[in-house]
């Protein structure tokens, strides 16, 4: 028994970061596809455990149409709750447009995101526009917030296949990350929304973004893990020299308005990887998986990360549950 109770063994690998960054998105990527309102104390406190768990960065909630998406209609009530925690450059939250900008300023928010589409199908079904109207509708959002001194950054949707137009170039990808990158944003971040990547598909991506002058250290990736892949896709972008990753709390995802889109890679399972590694990420473990098992107390169902359950698994083994 050489292994600490909740850890693997560590066994670097020579071509990885010495550190990840981890861009947790489960309380907003999470959250915001679960028919059910979640209370909005129980939101604050999943907030406050995965910053106590250690995680650098928590995107909170969206300033969306509550329309759109009524399980995050509760973004002023949540900002609220969070006081100063929701008031710093590590809680970005989710702003479409000058109207969600707007709230956001009001609460003291410091830090946004932006979020376009890959794809003109996606584009119309999750922002009501073409990929060229909402540029244009993201302009003066990120304009006004790097006035204000705020933290943009770029979200690019359906990077590797989309749900109703099936594979999309890696030209009309780069065409969108490049144009959110000259509106001034920060960070971009690659979704697979619908979790179709594969390795040989990230390093392809990855190589057009960076002939194309986007850096990696200012690019996160995003996967979704549909088909399982997700975490094979995450080490493939870390090889490449990524550093920031995207990851949901016990696995839990998915968007709304894209047909077939399920969790996201579970930052566990990711954690679990890259402790095996000898990655630093700073995130304590044990505590994040006992956040996800109390979430999915509060859901209903179990986590769908291997990672949570496991865990879970061993926790009932020692006390003799079994
Ligand atoms: P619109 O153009 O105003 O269209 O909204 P609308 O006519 O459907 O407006 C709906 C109502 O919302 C109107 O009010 C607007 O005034 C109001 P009503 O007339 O019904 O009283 N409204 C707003 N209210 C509050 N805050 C606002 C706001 N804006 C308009 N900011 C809009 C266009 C973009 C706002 C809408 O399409 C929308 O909210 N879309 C958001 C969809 C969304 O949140 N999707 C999930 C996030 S993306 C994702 O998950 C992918 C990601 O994880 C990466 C990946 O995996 O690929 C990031
Ligand atoms: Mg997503």
Known sequence: ??????????????????????????????????????????????VRRLFAAGLPVVETTSFVSPRWVPQLADAEELLADLGELGRSTNAPVLVPNVRGLDRALALGVRAIAVFGSATQTFAQR???RSVAESLAMFE????????????????????????????VPVASVVHVARALMDLGCQELSIGDTIGVATPGHVVALLDALGSAGIARDTTAVHFHDTYGQALANT??????????????????????YAKSAT???????????????????????????????????????????RVVRALAGG????????
């Not at 080490?235 to 709304?256: F, H, K, M, N, Q």
């Not at 399972?269 to 956040?291: E, F, I």
Request: glycine share 14%; proline share 7%; charged share 15%.
């Open 263 to 305: 969790g996201n890679l579970a930052t566990e399972d990711l954690l679990w990887a890259l402790h095996g590694l000898g990655v630093h990420t700073g995130v304590d473990l044990d505590a994040l998986a006992a956040t996800s098992a109390w979430l999915a107390g509060h859901l209903g169902r179990p986590s769908p990360s």
């Open 235 to 256: 080490v493939t972008a870390l090889r490449e020299g990524i550093t920031i990753v995207d990851a949901s709390a016990g696995g839990l995802g998915g968007c709304p």
């Open 1 to 46: 028994m050489s292994r600490m109770a909740g850890l693997p063994a560590v066994h670097p690998v020579a071509g990885l970061p010495a550190a990840v960054r981890i861009y947790e998105v489960g309380a907003r990527d999470g959250l915001q596809n679960e028919s059910t309102v979640v209370p909005v104390a129980v939101k604050a406190e999943l």
């Open 140 to 167: 003066p959002v990120v304009e006004q917030a790097r006035e204000q001194g705020l933290w943009v950054r770029a979200y690019v949707s359906m990077c590797f296949g989309d749900p109703w137009e099936g594979p």
């Open 315 to 322: 926790a009932s083994a020692e006390n003799g549950n079994l």
């Open 126 to 128: 999750n922002l009501g």
